[in-house]
């Protein structure tokens, strides 16, 4: 399907309205008017691009800004913004190559962190023997804050069990948590209280932040060395206008958590559950198992997001609730789900 306008709430095809809940964007940044003047501002000022390196001997503020805003949301010492989340993990991870004998990873992890010869986590759903064998070696631990299918954060306790030989670095991908979850949307990074030499968070901006571009957080030793990459250093830098923005928009940011965390809710008040759908009120997605509740939805003007990862993979069907969503528009969605649901 292709749309002529950004889908926000309402998404128009062939000239017909629906009520949209899908996308990414969780806050409703994208069409928020008092958003998009910050945006508007700060390409004034700083143009549409920058396409210099950020090593060369010009400098730009906004860089300060935002990636000392990015640092205190997500509670680091340090963070970097580059163009996009899927460059901040591969740079993480060229970096961590020559740093580690071991990956493993946890879960179906997003494409942005897989790296060859990464071994699972859980072996028939006990901890790999690998992990809790005694020979001294560096390892990173990959997984999603949220993993695929799931509404609550990774439960990350198995850190305990791996054995103290074992020095771990953890790679966190917060694309789909980073805004959302924490307290403001400040992720799950600072709230990681497990015995690990580094955590290294990954995350897209252009989901609940809703600009451009990608951020990596660590301590400030390991965020030094992302920037003396050659893949870093070549680069141009994530839109300053959008790094700018980040830091002008904090304000912004903890409104549109706070008017997501009341529709959620809401939700939670009016859904009547069953084992057709999974949802936490925490989280705005609402996984669907049945094939038959999606084509009822779109046979009330419902349009929800449906996709597959990959090419042999089942279609992946969720409702995305968002913070521009309003209390007539979920009495609709929830109206439909109770109605299916009633009949099981």
């Known amino acids: 399907m292709i749309v002529e306008k950004f889908p926000d709430r309402i998404i128009e095809i062939d000239q017909k309205q629906y009520l949209y809940f899908g996308g990414t964007a969780y806050l409703g940044l994208p069409t928020n008017a008092t958003f998009q003047d910050l945006v508007v501002q700060n390409i004034l000022k700083w143009g549409t691009t920058y396409g210099s390196s950020r090593t060369a001997n010009i400098k730009l503020s906004a860089y300060n800004a935002g990636e000392k805003f990015l640092a205190k949301h997500i509670g680091s010492e340090d963070t ?8 901040a993990g591969k740079l993480v991870l060229e970096k961590l190559k020559k740093q580690t004998d071991t990956f493993f990873h946890l879960n179906e992890i997003h494409s942005a962190i897989q790296i060859e010869n990464s071994l699972p986590v859980f072996i028939n759903e006990k901890l790999n023997d690998r ?5 001294p070696e560096k390892i990173v631990i990959l997984t999603d804050g949220v993993p695929s299918f799931q509404t609550n954060p990774v439960d990350l306790s198995f850190l305990k069990e791996i054995s103290n030989q074992k020095e771990i670095t953890l790679v966190i991908d917060e694309s789909h948590s980073l805004g959302i979850v924490g307290e403001n949307g400040s992720g799950i990074y600072a709230t990681i209280p497990f015995p690990i030499k580094r955590k290294i968070l990954v995350s897209s901006l252009g989901k609940a932040f809703g600009l451009t571009g990608g951020v990596i957080a660590s301590n400030s030793k390991f965020i030094n060395e992302i920037k003396e990459i050659e893949t870093f250093t070549s680069a141009a830098g994530m839109n300053p206008a959008f790094v700018q923005t980040l830091s002008d928009a904090s304000e912004i940011y903890k409104i549109q958590h706070q008017k997501l965390l009341d529709n959620l809710i809401y939700i939670d008040s009016i859904l009547v ?5 999974k949802f936490d009120n925490s989280y705005p997605l609402i996984y669907l198992l049945s094939k038959e509740l999606v084509d009822n939805l779109k046979n009330e003007d419902i349009i929800i997001a449906s996709f597959k990862y990959t090419k042999e993979a089942e279609p992946l069907n969720r409702i995305v609730i968002t913070a521009n969503h309003t209390k007539e528009d979920l009495d609709k969605l929830v109206g439909v789900l109770n109605d299916f649901n009633s009949r099981f």
């Open 80 to 87: 970097v913004t580059v163009s996009s989340g899927m460059l």
């Open 131 to 135: 992990l809790l064998d005694s020979k």
């Open 273 to 277: 559950r069953n084992e057709n759908i």
